[in-house]
């Protein structure tokens, strides 16, 4: 039985020139540097996100990881929000991996603002940690797009304030599709950027951490410390050069399909959303129905061949993918408001 997954972006296929290119790729130890197809996709990617080198690592959480492990000291502090990813959903691990305090600062919808960082960096005080980096994130977890000309703001204070900025780029893609600009006009606004190749643009594995060279190669030394010395590493390359150079253009129909749902879903009783945050291949939506209701919803669902999470408090989460047609988009919504009704 095929499935309709709606679940996240991470789920999505390798497709068919990805799974070739992998069987085709002429692979070395990586470890050594040596393996031809990975120096190619990282001396590629550096060039696409407009930075002076790039490593390959196996997830998103490991390139945020050694994005701040390789701009901070022990007892250091990064600001960022307490909505991003790094903060939320990466197990603590700043705290474990580079014993930096975490100041989390609240944005409405999580759009982070350059005066606020600004005012949470630490002054000069023997009783107060160093503010060693700032983290912010493009596109945020929520759907929404951060504007060009918020992410130049920050990175002017950084600058300014001699801090670096690591940007969390999970869906960079989405938000440079999304705001209609290449991705290296939002890229130029950061020090470091890690972006995932699993998720949108369908690589089976993996992301990439980019910045100057000296941090990369604090990085790639971290990255063998973390267990991520790969070797053969060379087949997941072939897979993640695709996803970065020819899957980008796909996103566009993602984000369209995510507008379409979203439209119909607003349709069905008892459904409430806000279409103006709907921006990437992410649909947030809130139900009014009884628990016992929602709490069911996901298994029945997935007896109809539909995959979806959970809701958190009668809110619940689309998200559109390669592998979702406008023809799936169609048969979710109609068994969702059939299980509703």
């Not at 070797?231 to 072939?238: V, Y």
């Not at 209701?293 to 959970?310: H, Q, S, W, Y």
């Amino acid at each position: 039985m095929r499935y309709i997954d709606l679940r996240s972006d991470t789920v999505t296929q390798p497709t068919k020139e990805m799974r070739e290119a992998m069987f085709r790729a002429e692979v070395g130890d990586d470890v050594y540097m040596d393996d031809p197809t990975m120096n190619r996709f990282e001396r590629d990617a550096a060039r696409i996100l407009g930075k002076e080198a790039a490593l390959f690592v196996s997830s998103g959480t490991m390139g945020n990881q050694l994005g701040v492990m390789s701009q901070t000291a022990r007892g250091d502090e990064i600001v960022l929000s307490d909505q991003a990813h790094i903060f939320e959903h990466e197990v603590g691990a700043v705290a474990v991996l580079s014993g930096a305090n975490q100041r989390q600062l609240t944005f409405e919808n999580g759009l982070y603002d350059a005066a606020a960082i600004e005012r949470a960096i630490r002054g000069d005080d023997i009783h107060l940690p160093r503010t060693a980096l700032i983290c912010v994130e493009n596109a945020l977890a929520n759907g929404r797009v951060v504007p060009e000309e918020t992410m130049r703001a920050v990175y002017e204070v950084g600058r300014k304030r001699g801090i670096p900025v690591h940007l969390d780029g999970a869906r960079i893609f989405n938000a440079a599709v999304a705001l209609d600009v290449p991705v290296t006009s939002l890229t130029r606004h950061c020090d470091t950027v890690s972006c995932c190749l699993s998720k949108g643009l369908c690589a089976p594995v993996g992301a990439v951490l980019a910045g100057p060279e000296r941090v990369i190669a604090r990085a790639r030394k971290y990255r063998k410390m973390l267990g991520g010395g790969m070797r053969q590493a060379g087949f997941l390359a072939a897979a993640a050069h695709i996803a970065l150079t020819e899957m980008p253009r796909y996103l566009a129909a993602d984000h369209e399909n995510a507008r379409y749902m979203a439209g119909k879903l607003k349709q069905i009783p008892g459904v409430s959303l806000d279409m103006d945050a709907v921006q990437i291949n992410m649909v947030f939506f809130h139900v009014a129905r009884e628990r016992a209701t929602l709490d069911a919803l996901e298994a029945r669902m997935l007896e109809a061949g539909v995959k979806i999470n959970g809701h958190d408090d009668g809110v619940f989460r689309f998200v559109t993918n390669h592998d979702v047609s406008r023809a799936d988009v169609d048969r979710a919504v109609e068994v969702f408001e059939q299980l509703l009704r």
